[in-house]
């Protein structure tokens, strides 16, 4: 089952969009996918339809039980087995304070619930604090999303750092990281020298899949669907590129 653990290392460069667009692509094969939110601003809970839930991913970790976050878990309004481990604003408070062992807290409330899934898509808070290493503790695959601006090479460099440390510790069975880059207009020349930069110094880890900039993210993020429904030019353009984006994280696809 793939896990794929969604991060950034500061806000604004579209991170909840990229996991909603690899959800979308699950939903687009009629994959049951599952999208657990642990960014408190609880945007990817919106993003399918998902607005004051009863019980969020902030009850699970705080009770601890091993399978417990299946009592959160509900359908999204993207419908095909589409659902959705919410999140709430006061997710990290509700967490008791880092302990030995706490980075393991969403690996155990999953426990048993992951495999009822063929995509597991994390969104993780735009920082690498205690809910990103859960998420990694938790993974099969960790997406770093950045744009090409002036700080993309710094935030890159301490994700795919952070990433490695759990990959040779804690989570052997964590894949090499990947970075996208979201948000690119290539007419910019800064862009293109941010990519270029980004490339040169991290080669194959960063995808060939560039996100452009385009209207119809927010349209269908604002309409609650995914963007492989949102039909127009520049829906079916971004749906085929998260299609490429999920190939490369699952290759081969479902076994």
């Given at each position: 089952?793939?896990?794929?653990a969604?991060?950034s290392?500061k806000?604004?460069?579209?991170?909840?969009?990229v996991?909603?667009g690899?959800?979308s692509?699950?939903?687009?094969r009629h994959?049951?996918?599952?999208?657990?939110d642990l960014?408190?601003?609880a945007n990817a809970?919106m993003?399918v339809g998902?607005?004051?839930?009863?019980?969020?991913?902030?009850?699970?970790?705080a009770d601890?039980r091993p399978g417990?976050?299946?009592?959160?878990?509900?359908?999204?309004?993207w419908g095909?087995g589409?659902?959705v481990?919410p999140?709430?604003a006061?997710?990290?408070?509700?967490?008791?304070?880092?302990a030995?062992?706490?980075?393991?807290?969403?690996?155990?409330?999953?426990?048993?619930?992951?495999?009822?899934?063929?995509?597991?898509?994390?969104?993780?808070?735009p920082?690498?604090?205690?809910?990103?290493r859960?998420?990694?503790?938790?993974?099969?695959?960790?997406?770093v999303?950045?744009?090409?601006?002036?700080?993309a090479?710094?935030g890159?460099q301490?994700?795919?750092?952070?990433?490695?440390?759990v990959?040779?510790?804690?989570?052997?069975?964590?894949?090499?990281?990947?970075?996208v880059l979201?948000?690119?207009r290539g007419?910019v020349?800064?862009h293109?020298?941010?990519?270029a930069?980004?490339?040169?110094?991290?080669?194959h880890?960063?995808?060939?899949?560039?996100?452009p900039e385009?209207n119809?993210?927010?349209?269908?993020?604002?309409?609650?669907?995914?963007?492989?429904?949102w039909?127009?030019?520049?829906g079916r353009?971004?749906?085929?590129l998260f299609?490429?984006?999920?190939?490369?994280?699952?290759?081969g696809?479902l076994?």
């Amino acid at each position: 089952m793939p896990t794929v653990a969604v991060l950034s290392m500061k806000g604004g460069v579209g991170k909840t969009t990229v996991a909603l667009g690899l959800a979308s692509a699950g939903w687009n094969r009629h994959w049951r996918t599952l999208v657990v939110d642990l960014d408190p601003q609880a945007n990817a809970s919106m993003g399918v339809g998902l607005v004051d839930p009863a019980l969020t991913v902030g009850d699970a970790l705080a009770d601890g039980r091993p399978g417990i976050a299946g009592e959160a878990i509900v359908p999204s309004t993207w419908g095909r087995g589409t659902d959705v481990l919410p999140s709430e604003a006061a997710v990290e408070h509700r967490v008791a304070e880092a302990a030995p062992g706490s980075e393991q807290r969403l690996r155990t409330v999953l426990g048993g619930v992951g495999h009822r899934y063929d995509l597991v898509v994390i969104d993780c808070p735009p920082s690498l604090g205690e809910m990103s290493r859960n998420a990694l503790h938790a993974a099969s695959r960790a997406l770093v999303v950045t744009e090409p601006g002036y700080f993309a090479l710094r935030g890159a460099q301490q994700a795919i750092e952070a990433i490695d440390l759990v990959r040779s510790s804690t989570n052997r069975a964590l894949g090499s990281p990947s970075i996208v880059l979201n948000r690119v207009r290539g007419t910019v020349a800064e862009h293109r020298n941010r990519v270029a930069e980004l490339r040169g110094t991290f080669a194959h880890q960063v995808s060939d899949v560039e996100i452009p900039e385009r209207n119809a993210i927010a349209q269908a993020e604002g309409a609650g669907m995914p963007i492989h429904a949102w039909d127009s030019p520049a829906g079916r353009e971004l749906a085929g590129l998260f299609d490429s984006l999920l190939d490369q994280l699952v290759p081969g696809g479902l076994r």
